[in-house]
């Protein structure tokens, strides 16, 4: 009878731990997460896009625009540096545009624009077209893998000390023992 306690207690521990590890798995695929050896950044392939095609990427960006095809959902992408889990940065820092081209359909309302997005896939080519009167030439990738990343909240407000004393603020909502060098209240 002790030896089955032991063995149930076990399996009971042994399965805890598995849905403790499972529940810290992330989200992000692998691919995401981690870029392709001997990646070409979005400059580069803007630069010389015919000595790249057909190579891997990771490239991240604001979403531009979403638009839905018969076959697949082409979002235009204006890039942003990556964070190293993959994670576009929030900066005006750009390489440029480019078009990910992903397998299936994308509701336009998820993926809305200013959304923050991470594709991984192949580099097939490069489209132009205009942006305003400016002919702009897009390196398209056939993304493989892509994440959209949460919506961030800005923190609610916290008041921060100043970092100097006043000896005549009066704060009328503290209670009198919340400050001890305001005696007279």
Not at 10 to 30: D, E, F, H, I
Not at 96 to 105: K, S
Not at 112 to 119: K, Q
Not at 157 to 162: E, L
Request: glycine share 6%; aromatic share 16%; net charge neutral.
């Amino acid at each position: 009878m002790n030896m089955h306690y032991r063995v149930t207690k076990l399996r009971c521990g042994l399965l805890l731990l598995v849905l403790w590890l499972s529940a810290c798995a992330s989200q992000v695929p692998q691919s995401i997460r981690e870029a392709p050896a001997g990646m070409p950044s979005l400059q580069q392939v803007r630069a010389d896009a015919s000595h790249y095609l057909g190579q891997q990427v990771r490239w991240g960006g604001i979403i531009i625009e979403t638009v839905n095809r018969e076959d697949a959902t082409w979002l235009t992408l204006l890039g942003r540096p990556l964070y190293n889990s993959g994670k576009p940065k929030i900066t005006d820092d750009s390489a440029g545009r480019f078009i990910a081209i992903v397998p299936e359909f994308l509701d336009p309302q998820v993926y809305a624009a200013d959304r923050r997005v991470t594709v991984s896939g192949t580099l097939l080519r490069t489209e132009t077209a205009q942006v305003g009167d400016y002919p702009y030439t897009y390196p398209v990738v056939q993304s493989e893998a892509w994440y959209l990343w949460p919506k961030e909240t800005e923190p609610p407000y916290t008041y921060r000390y100043p970092g100097w004393y006043d000896p005549w603020y009066y704060e009328p909502w503290y209670p009198p023992y919340a400050y001890p060098y305001r005696y007279w209240r």
